[in-house]
T-cell receptor
Framework: AQSVAQPEDQVNVAEGNPLTVKCTYS??????LFWYVQYPNRGLQFLLK??????LVKGSYGFEAEFNKSQTSFHLKKPSALVSDSALYFC???????????FGTGTLLAVQP | NAGVTQTPKFQVLKTGQSMTLQCAQD?????MSWYRQDPGMGLRLIHY???????DQGEVPNGYNVSRSTTEDFPLRLLSAAPSQTSVYFC???????????????FGPGTRLTVL
């Protein structure tokens, strides 16, 4: 069955340090992978997506994600975290026979000054 | 462009009451959808539409109705509100779905609904 997992409910990082938010997926065939961010009391905002091609995808606000087919992962990364990056991050996957869009449960990123 | 707009932002209902959550987009998107967000569960698809006059059920459609008479509008109706429908509701749109399913979705700001 098609699924996506975000194994960490919360990630804590100090401002200026690199950050990683993890995502793994399970889907047959080639997946389409997305990262969205949700700030408090706001809707989700698109950050980046992987469709095909280069495994390293660059997105908004300095974020990037690396597609790893052998590990079925699509981790979100940023070289230097900002306090303003604190938000809820969602990994999404679409693919397989049903082509449904599946949301991860979200990871709360807390960046301490 | 205003993007995706939702009204109201907040709503409190009593059990058994009905209401309509409004959603509109000005990007001429074919695909529109409704999600509910509950703690620890991510977003779950309620209903979706691939174009005017076409709607279909998502993962959790019970207790909700939708219609799509125009490209711009996609209202969600709660027929008889129940406490289990207390949630945050998001409307989203994208250029197309199906064959172009790599298109990102644009989300509205959400409606926070409480059913007493």
């Amino acid at each position: 069955a098609q699924s996506v997992a975000q194994p960490e409910d919360q990630v804590n990082v100090a401002e200026g340090n690199p950050l990683t938010v993890k995502c793994t997926y399970s889907v047959s065939g080639n997946p389409y992978l997305f990262w969205y961010v949700q700030y408090p009391n706001r809707g989700l905002q698109f950050l980046l997506k992987y469709i095909t091609g280069d495994n390293l995808v660059k997105g908004s606000y300095g974020f990037e994600a690396e597609f790893n087919k052998s590990q079925t992962s699509f981790h979100l990364k940023k070289p230097s975290a900002l306090v303003s990056d604190s938000a809820l991050y969602f990994c999404l996957v679409r693919g397989g026979a049903t082509n449904k869009l599946i949301f991860g449960t979200g990871t709360l990123l807390a960046v301490q000054p | 462009n205003a993007g995706v707009t939702q009204t109201p932002k907040f709503q409190v209902l009593k059990t058994g009451q009905s209401m309509t959550l409004q959603c509109a987009q000005d990007m001429n998107h074919e695909y529109m959808s409704w999600y509910r967000q509950d703690p620890g569960m991510g977003l779950r698809l309620i209903h979706y539409s691939v174009g005017a006059g076409i709607t279909d059920q998502g993962e959790v459609p019970n207790g909700y109705n939708v219609s799509r008479s125009t490209t711009e509008d996609f209202p969600l109706r709660l027929l008889s509100a129940a406490p289990s429908q207390t949630s945050v509701y998001f409307c989203a749109s994208s250029v197309t779905s199906g064959g172009s399913s790599y298109n990102e979705q644009f989300f509205g700001p959400g409606t926070r609904l409480t059913v007493l």
